[in-house]
Nanobody, 126 residues
Framework: QVQLVESGGASVQAGGSLRLSCAAS?????????MGWFRQTPGKEREFVAV??????YTVDSVKGRFTISGDNVKNTVFLQMNSLKPEDTAVYYC????????????????????WGQGTQVTVSS
């Protein structure tokens, strides 16, 4: 059974920092996996945040310079260091995993990711 377990969500004030963690277990051993993060607020679609695809990192423009993704595609762990948090970063953050991809793979699309965690709430107050 595949499990992606997130931790680190909390309530912080604007300008603060949080570090989200995700550990995956039970992933089929046929592949190495890209791992990353999406986020979602009520009434909106899930939004791509960042993904770590072996040595490549992709991050949505709205968080560049503030959020940093790191992890280990062999150990199936991923982290999201979030600095200078803003109220608009408030969302449920989901850990995702999918086999390592190449080229023009649609990493921005939620449907491109095979496995999802349950989510962790991040709340940023002004």
């Amino acid at each position: 059974q595949v499990q992606l377990v997130e931790s680190g969500g909390a309530s912080v004030q604007a300008g603060g920092s949080l570090r989200l963690s995700c550990a995956a277990s039970g992933l089929p051993s046929d592949y190495y996996y890209a791992m990353g993060w999406f986020r979602q607020t009520p009434g909106k679609e899930r939004e791509f945040v960042a993904v770590l695809n072996w040595n490549d990192r992709y991050t949505v423009d709205s968080v560049k310079g503030r959020f940093t993704i790191s992890g280990d595609n062999v150990k199936n762990t991923v982290f999201l260091q979030m600095n200078s948090l803003k109220p608009e970063d408030t969302a449920v953050y989901y850990c995702v995993a999918t086999p390592l991809f190449s080229g023009s793979y649609g990493y921005l699309r939620a449907s491109s990711y095979r496995y999802w965690g349950q989510g962790t709430q991040v709340t940023v107050s002004s």
